[in-house]
């Protein structure tokens, strides 16, 4: 007669099989357990855990939550409890669940750092401080505390506090703690901090040719050519890639080598995608050998490889003479720069009798710049983040009349998706000088000195020329009062990127 196997043995057997990870079979088996003994808390524990595991957080919760009551006083389970409640979304459970873990084993460095997560989740940053640097004094190599403590200072509006935090070497080196780490600085917009962060993480690990990449990309966007090309020969003597090529030859030629950056460019295999072909794009601009006829019929080949129309086709809103003019600017870059200089006092003077301005972000907005733009339209719509198929039908939802395009070519367009229509009339005009060569750009806002009568320039788009200029100056609030000190002609110089300074420029 085959004897049954005790409860301890039934135990064991479900433990291995959660051991080999052999997640389903082992709730199951505890599962059994739990209905054999109610009140054995091991195994209520275990099955809550797995049940976790495969995704049925309530019926985790249920089982913890029948642990806790059978053991009161086990910090471990209160601290699951903290766990699954916050992956649960419900924070303030989550938040108790952790400080009764805290109240039952207060030397314990992971009851801390569970406070300190579950203060950060409902926004308690400041609070959230304090229980996670204790959590460090307890165990310094507790990645975790250092990555919330770090999250913590960037929600506070706190880059530096932030960068001092991530140069722990706890966290240099555990490259997951620090790639999680990387993209909270890009996501808080702290792009200068992030180029110091890795510039410090590549003193600890120079064969990192991700980190090499992700620095020069950061260098480059700073407009900090010198830097950039160093990094990017970096990243590519570790790993020859296509971005690194890309960066090393747009910052050779931001360093001025027009010439050296433009051969990079050209060698670089295979085709590229949309992004890459509007970079060169940008770029061909700098070269004094380029005349109109060739820049015109680069656009129209970028047009037809990358600018189709798709599905599903643009149907026009209904209007009536009721309605408001819906007029949509749309800008990857709405806050300092030329965006904030030559939109803001023409945003200001405009009629909103009949007229509904919408400014669209299509990155988000970071400065005050930007915040004072926003506080000048009729409505802000929020579009970052938006992959093309979402940023289509978010566009199309505005049920805009007129959509200005403020980028053209320029870096962080989203010209595939306008070129697919958003608005009855489509215009160009700011920050692009060329034609956008799309099919649904209606006109491009110029004017007799940019683009006179008898200019060789062409455009598919109708030319619209203003009368008294295309862009009007705005200087920033806290620019001093014009003056002209001493006699003589006033003498005006234009700060622009070298690469734009060739020798005919100069000799013009």
């Given at each position: ?140 190599g507790l990645a975790g505390a250092r990555v919330a403590l770090v999250q913590c200072r960037l929600m506070l509006g706190e880059p530096g506090q932030a960068l001092v935090e991530a140069c722990d070497p706890g966290l240099l080196d555990v490259r997951d703690a620090f790639q999680r780490v990387i993209a909270d600085f890009a996501a808080a917009g702290a792009l200068s901090h992030r180029a110091d962060l890795l510039e410090r993480y590549l003193q600890r690990h120079p064969r990192d040719a991700d980190a090499a990449l992700a ?294």
């Open positions: 007669m085959t004897v049954p196997p005790t409860f301890a043995q039934r135990f064991d057997a479900a433990m291995q099989l959660a051991t080999a990870r052999r997640t389903h079979e082992a709730a199951q088996a505890f599962g059994a357990l739990a209905r054999a003994q109610p009140a054995h808390v091991p195994t209520r524990r275990m099955l809550g855990a797995l049940l976790h595991e495969l995704g049925r957080g309530a019926d985790a919760l249920a089982e913890l939550d029948a642990a806790a009551r059978l053991a009161p006083g086990d910090a471990g389970i209160q601290a699951a409890r903290s766990d699954l409640l916050l992956g649960l979304g419900q924070v303030e459970a989550a938040e108790q669940a952790a400080l009764g873990a805290l109240r039952l084993d207060p030397a314990s460095a992971a009851a801390q750092l569970r406070f300190g997560l579950a203060l950060a989740a409902g926004a308690r940053w400041q609070d959230a401080i304090a229980p996670l640097r204790d959590a460090l004094a307890r165990q310094p620095l020069a990309a950061d260098l480059h966007a700073l407009g900090r050519p010198s830097a950039a090309l160093r990094w990017s020969e970096h990243a590519l003597r570790l790993r020859p890639e296509r971005l690194a090529t890309e960066i090393r030859a747009a910052s050779l030629i931001d360093r001025g080598d027009v010439e050296a950056g433009l051969a990079a460019y050209r060698e670089l295999p295979g085709d590229r995608d949309a992004q890459a072909a509007a970079r060169h794009l940008v770029l061909m601009h700098y070269d004094p050998a380029q005349d109109n006829a060739r820049l015109f019929a680069a656009h129209r080949d970028f047009a037809q490889r990358y600018l189709r129309a798709g599905e599903p086709p643009f149907a026009p809103s209904a209007s009536g003479p009721d309605r408001p003019l819906r007029i949509g600017w749309v800008s990857p870059r709405i806050g300092a720069g030329p965006v904030a200089t030559f939109l803001h006092g023409l945003l200001a003077q405009f009629e909103r009798d009949g007229f509904h301005h919408l400014l669209v972000a299509l990155q988000p907005v970071r400065d005050a710049a930007g915040a004072r733009l926003v506080a000048l339209a009729d409505e802000f719509v929020d579009a970052s983040g938006l992959d093309d198929a979402r940023l289509l039908q978010r566009l199309r939802d505005l049920r805009l009349d007129v959509l200005v395009d403020l980028a053209g070519h320029s870096t962080a367009n989203r010209l595939p998706v306008l070129a697919r229509r958003v608005a009855p009339l489509q215009l160009c005009w700011l920050d692009w000088f060329d034609t956008t060569a799309a099919p649904a750009m209606d006109a491009w806002i110029s004017d007799g000195w940019l683009t006179p009568a008898d200019s060789t320039q062409r455009h598919t788009e109708q030319v619209v020329r203003l009368a008294a200029g295309r862009l009007c100056y705005t200087p920033p609030d806290d620019s001093p009062a014009p003056m002209h000190d001493g006699g003589g002609t006033p003498v005006f110089a234009s700060f622009n990127r070298l690469a734009k300074l060739n020798d005919g420029v100069v000799d013009t």
